[in-house]
């Protein structure tokens, strides 16, 4: 029986030395902190891209891997700023690109493009206007799932000139504060996709070019195994000096467990964890122990954390009670217990990297006695110090709503519950799962009091559909908009709709910041914070530059580098 | 043997009745992912939401969804709400009108097609884009046919890559080619007649009652339509220019509106004069519209309205006049509907076992065929074969169009290709490929390790060895698995280096070969095998030891030894065949787990399985994946209680006497 026993307990054990001798070993315990292969780099994804045809795609998982072969007209660099990719320039009034125009009384534009002379695909196809004009008819074909068409629906025509097919004309509907930032639709290669689009449009999302994509930017999509990896190598066609990359191979390995991912991390299967991959907590944690091993990048983001007041509560309604909510919250000292200060209060709506940031606003410090003030001069009343605050016989009680199994955001509800618990405001938690709260509380608008979540906000444009009077969703007009405060201020209304067309980006900058004024003034929602991206990084990595927001961070991938490359 | 069938029956019936239950469950579920995106994504409209919901059928109740997913539906080939309205008379360059028929108005023979039906020279054959190029460049026919890329594309009779070679080499030609090839194509053109309107090959007869202009639809071979028209009264004023801007159908449940003021821009080319462009809102009050031989009413708006009582599609004709005696004439046409395609019968979900694999639907999640989520994906080659293991014509010549590495070139050879076909079974394995092989190995050494080792433990009950056995066991069950599995990768990973932290093979081995391949495959699912068995070890441990204890102090076991048998004999034939009945239906009821896969581990080690899969599908209301997963799981659950109910027949005499 001895013997039985130990073969046993030693096939249990054992077997794992059989199997280290006989295949390769992936990383070896002196080499960990190197990359396996100086030409190439291997990222950690916690999400798998839904498809890689960009017109289909919903995944931020999509678009980091879209953004290796980055070939849009322009693009944001890790400032925000927007700069000519595969275009030669951004069309403007003051270089002669961009005509505005009056037809009929109604203003038009018309943007000339020069498509860069460098950018090919990887079978040598030049880029040309045709793949930019393919990409257009297909988001607006009625046909075809495509999601977001806003921006495609405000152009009248596209035409492709010139004897090399490399000038686009696209002649707007309106006048269009953002047409520069059309680049958000890649091209598509017209010399492979034109035909399927015509020929069988309702197999083209189906079609395998979802899978194995050619890009036309630094690299190209070589391989996906499904719930494994993607690989991109270099695209052997790019011969622009400063868009070469500088690595051969670049894989995003799929791995949905955060857990799993750091330990990828330690044991050097991966370079680098995505910005989809940790969120702050987690970062701050793995930070603590693995702090001085790896490079963590923390960048603000466009994600914007705040609570939002329904102002058909007939208590929220009231300007001073929201103020006094604001201010008996102690905004700094959560960020600050939780963040460990990485994630400052916010104030306004706009992120402190945004053109439209205003400091000069209303704040609301951390005040309580102010607070309390605020809310006997609103009519609420305590009758001893510990009481929840009463007027005309009815309670100071608010239901504050978020989204349930969110660690981060259940932490500071109940601190938020705590502190305004002493300034006799009555606050009961009601959380759902992430389901049910987008799906159908919020967007049917069913929260009565508070809401807790965020937006992601454009980096160029104002949020019209957040703020404007007739985006507040209801059931006349079937539940457009996201104004689920219900905040409707004719002046801020009428900035956001003027801001969408102002082309001189001074007097558009004006408004944006003079809106900021208004919204705080007002205080339709409390702002929390917003949520910074982080990434990790081996150390000698160089050029890792995440921008925070929509656009991916794969978009200089061409200069990534390790050192000593 | 009736009893078999009887069985079976139950089966079927107990999968439909679920089936139902189980779709309107998901159906129920808050959070639609359509409505999701409007919170996710604030550009996205309404009408984004509608048209989103029509393309996806989830714009119908969730019976009759039901009913589109077990048996199919015919699709409508345009949806109702927006039809581009297509203007005729640009695309007329030449028409004859002949004299009177009887009682015909007349007949017109359609010469020639400006072709807004984009590219026919896409369904020319070879032989004759082949033909056209030798009469018209031989010398470039030469050339082409000495390269051997070319000849490769030849052989292959890939026409559009031939076209684009011309192209390139010679775009005189191409022009020349491309205008001869057009006359051609204008053969392959479909016609029928609107209203009245009969079309016999591409002569219209036209009805006498007809004033102005006769309308017919072009269809090219691929399917796309377009509107012409003919005049067919007077010659001298020519066709009218319409050019159409944008216009479309507005939907309107009762009513189809027509803005008709959107896509007037007209330049008459007779005597009629000018009329200008009205998409102004301010300057058009003046523009008077009458319908002409037309169904409906033009209001002072300029907006058309009827209610079509039947699907189909009709031509409107009318007449627009600026006060000032300036008048055009201009048509649109309107499809009413929606109109079901006979010939685009998407087949449902019962379709599979006619072998019709798409009939599984397709995964909104991750944008692919459900079939080919569970099976693994078929690769589709430069020259249209599917692969693994085809070969293609040239590894980066079209990269792009879904060809992958796995396509082998044809010099590897016939052991190459053999080699190829098995390494890319493992590369391009599906989910319950992947699952099958984690589960099955798991299951086979707990099974292994369990079974012996359960029965001395029990045949040496409270010996020190019962005792260690016990404890381990009772480890492996209490265990939690996602807690072990991840100290198990923070040991052999993290620490050690011995092992990958999950994933299920290295990017790029494909590359490396067949040896590689499998060696690697092994390499990564060591971890979670482990894990995977050792929770399984334990309960199967126990119940083997404690069926073993039940029957070794009976009776017949007493009996057996008293005849003499020798102890090996007794144990193995006599209580270890007895012991098994239990185990059985324990081992039996695990076979659905061997294709559901372990949700946790599979998280854990981002092994690709069923179980995440499934985890994934529910989460993200993907519907489709995630019935096709609960009915194998509750098939299979089925399937094993029968199979447990037949091997009780082969262990247990008594069963098969009675």
């Known amino acids: 029986m001895k013997q039985i026993f130990l073969i046993s307990s030693l096939l249990l054990l054992t077997s794992g030395c059989t199997c280290s001798k006989s295949s390769k070993t992936i990383g070896s315990s002196q080499e960990t902190l190197a990359p396996k292969d100086s030409t190439s780099i291997t990222i950690g994804i916690s999400q798998e891209p839904d498809s890689l045809f960009q017109p289909f795609k919903e995944m931020m998982a999509s678009s980091e891997v879209l953004g290796l072969g980055t070939y849009t007209l322009t693009q944001y660099d890790e400032n925000w700023k927007l700069v000519p990719w595969a275009a030669k320039s951004i069309p403007t009034q003051k270089n002669g690109g961009l005509i505005v125009y009056e037809e009929n009384g109604q203003t038009k534009m018309r943007a000339t493009w020069q498509i860069r002379d460098d950018f090919f695909w990887p079978d040598g196809t030049p880029l040309t206007g045709d793949d930019f004009l393919l990409s257009h008819e297909i988001y607006i074909d009625p046909k075809q799932e495509v999601i977001d068409r806003s921006v495609d629906d405000k152009i009248e025509k596209m035409e492709v000139r010139g004897e090399n097919r490399k000038t686009l004309i696209v002649t707007w509907k309106e006048s269009y504060a953002y047409y520069h930032a059309y680049g958000q639709h890649g091209a598509l290669p017209n010399h492979i996709i034109r035909s399927v689009f015509e020929n069988s449009p309702q197999k083209l999302k189906k079609h395998a070019f979802g899978r194995r994509p050619m890009l036309a930017g630094g690299y190209s999509i070589e391989e996906w195994v499904p719930g494994n990896y993607v690989r991109a190598l270099r695209n052997p066609k790019t011969v622009h000096p400063d868009r070469n990359p500088v690595l051969d191979e670049v894989i995003f390995k799929i791995i949905p467990q955060t857990n799993t991912l750091e330990s990828n991390l330690v044991s050097g299967s991966i370079d680098a964890i995505s910005p989809t991959g940790l969120n702050l907590d987690q970062a701050l944690q793995f930070e603590k122990r693995y702090g001085d091993q790896f490079d963590f990048h923390y960048v603000s983001g466009l994600l914007w954390e705040h609570i939002d007041f329904n102002l058909d509560n007939p208590i929220l309604k009231d300007l001073r009670v929201r103020q006094a909510l604001a201010h008996g919250a102690n905004r700094e000292g959560i960020a600050n217990a939780l963040f460990k200060g990485r994630q400052p209060v916010a104030h306004g709506t706009e992120p402190p990297k945004s053109q439209y940031h205003n400091d000069n606003i209303k704040k609301y410090p951390y005040d309580p006695v102010k607070a309390g003030k605020l809310l006997d001069a609103a009519g609420w009343k305590r009758g001893n110090p510990s009481a929840i605050r009463m007027k005309e016989g009815e309670k100071l009680s608010l239901i504050l709503m978020t989204t349930s199994g969110n660690k981060t955001r259940e932490k500071i509800e109940q601190l938020l519950q705590a502190q305004w618990r002493q300034l006799g405001v009555d606050i009961q938690i009601q959380n759902q799962p992430a389901k049910v709260f987008f799906g159908d509380t919020m967007h049917r608008r069913k929260y009565t009091g508070l809401a807790m979540y965020s937006w992601i906000k454009d980096p160029l444009a104002l949020s019209d559909t957040l703020w404007r009077c007739d985006y507040i969703p209801s059931k006349k007009n079937n539940w457009m908009g996201q104004n689920q405060p219900g905040w409707c201020n004719k002046e801020a209304h009428n900035i956001l709709l003027q801001a969408s067309q102002e082309l001189d980006d001074a007097k558009r900058i004006a408004l944006g910041k003079r809106f900021e004024e208004i919204w705080a003034e007002e205080l339709p929602a409390l702002p929390l914070y917003f949520r910074v991206s982080v990434s990790v990084t081996k150390k000698g990595l160089k050029n890792w530059k995440p921008t925070g ?12 580098a390790w050192a000593g490359n | 043997m009736l009893h078999i069938i009887n069985r079976i029956f139950q089966m079927c019936l107990i999968l439909a009745l679920l089936s139902v239950g189980l779709f309107g469950l998901l159906s129920a579920m808050p959070g639609n992912p359509v409505d999701m995106l409007v919170t996710s994504n604030p550009k996205v409209k309404p009408e984004d939401i509608v048209r989103l919901k ?78 056209s190029l030798e009469k018209a460049d031989p010398e470039l026919w030469a050339k082409l046919s000495r390269q051997s890329l070319q000849q490769k594309i030849l052989e292959k009779k890939r026409v559009d890559w031939l076209i684009e070679r011309i192209s390139q080499q010679n775009p005189a030609i191409y022009e020349a080619m491309g205008n001869a090839l057009k006359k051609e194509g204008i053969k392959q053109i479909k016609i029928r007649g609107l209203n009245d309107v009969k079309a016999e090959g591409h002569v219209l007869s036209i009805p006498a009652s007809t004033a102005g202009y006769a309308y017919f639809v072009a269809e090219n071979p691929q399917g796309m339509e377009t509107v012409g028209h003919v005049k067919v009264e007077g010659s001298s004023a020519g066709p009218l220019h319409v050019e159409p801007i944008s216009s479309r159908i507005v939907d309107d449940p009762d009513k189809f509106k027509v803005e008709l003021k959107k896509f007037i821009s007209l330049s008459t080319q007779g005597e009629g004069g000018r009329i200008e462009d009205s998409s102004d809102e301010g300057d058009d009050r003046w523009l008077k519209f009458s319908l002409i031989n ?74 692919r065929p459900v079939w080919d989520l569970l099976s693994g994906e078929k690769i589709i080659c430069g020259d249209g074969r599917e692969g693994p293991g085809e070969t293609c014509d040239d590894k980066n010549a079209l990269n792009g169009d879904g060809c992958s590495n796995t396509c082998q070139d044809e010099t590897l050879g016939w052991g190459g290709i053999a080699g190829a076909k098995i390494s890319s079974f493992f590369v391009g394995s599906g989910r319950v490929g992947n699952t099958l092989a984690l589960m099955f190995p798991a299951i086979l050494i707990s099974l292994l390790l369990a079974i012996p080792i359960g029965m001395i433990s029990a045949y040496r009950q409270y010996s020190w060895m019962d005792y260690v056995v016990n404890f381990l066991a009772f480890i492996g069950i209490s265990l939690p698995v996602f807690w072990f599995a991840i100290m198990m990768m923070f040991l052999f990973a993290e620490q050690l280096h011995l092992f990958p932290a999950g994933g299920i093979q290295s990017p790029g081995i494909y590359d490396e070969g067949l040896w590689a391949v499998l060696s690697d495959r092994w390499y990564h699912a060591v971890l979670p095998t482990v894990v995977l068995s050792i929770a399984y070890t334990g309960r199967w441990l126990r119940y083997m030891r404690s069926s073993m204890l039940e029957v070794l102090p009976s009776d017949y076991i007493r009996t057996a030894r008293a005849k003499g048998l020798s102890e090996a004999a007794v144990v193995v034939k006599h209580a270890f065949r007895n012991a098994l009945i239990p185990v059985v239906t324990v081992l039996t009821l695990s076979i659905p787990a061997l294709f559901g896969g372990a949700v946790l581990t599979e998280t854990v080690f981002s092994w690709p399985g069923i179980g995440r899969l499934q985890y994934d599908a529910v989460l993200n ?15 299979l659950v089925m399937a094993g209680n029968l199979l447990a109910d037949l091997a009780y027949v082969l262990v247990d005499p008594r069963i098969r006497k009675a």
Not at chain 2, 345 to 357: K, Y
């Open chain 2, 294 to 367: 037309s169904p409906g009413t033009i209001d002072g708006e300029g907006i058309y309205r009827h209610k079509f009582d039947h699907p189909g599609q009709t031509a409107i004709q009318f007449r627009v006049g600026d006060g000032e005696g300036n008048e055009a004439f201009a048509a649109f046409s309107v499809e009413h509907g929606p109109i079901p395609d006979p010939t685009r019968f998407n087949n449902g979900f019962l379709h599979v076992f006619a072998g019709d694999t798409a009939a599984l639907g397709f995964s909104n999640t991750y944008k």
């Open chain 2, 54 to 131: 029509k393309l996806r059928g989830l714009d119908k109740p969730w019976y009759v969804q039901y009913v589109r997913w077990v048996w199919g539906y015919n699709e409508p080939y345009r949806p109702v709400e927006v039809g581009d309205v297509s203007l005729a008379s640009s695309l007329i360059r030449e028409s004859r009108t002949h004299g009177n028929a009887d009682g015909e108005r007349g007949a017109s023979r359609i010469v020639s097609l400006k072709s807004s039906l984009r590219n026919p020279n896409m369904s020319f054959t070879f032989s004759e884009v082949q033909s």
């Open chain 1, 549 to 560: 927001m929509s656009q991916p961070m794969t978009w200089n991938a061409h200069k990534w």
């Open chain 2, 621 to 635: 209301s993907d519907y489709y994946v995630a019935i096709v997963v609960f009915l194998i799981s509750a098939a």
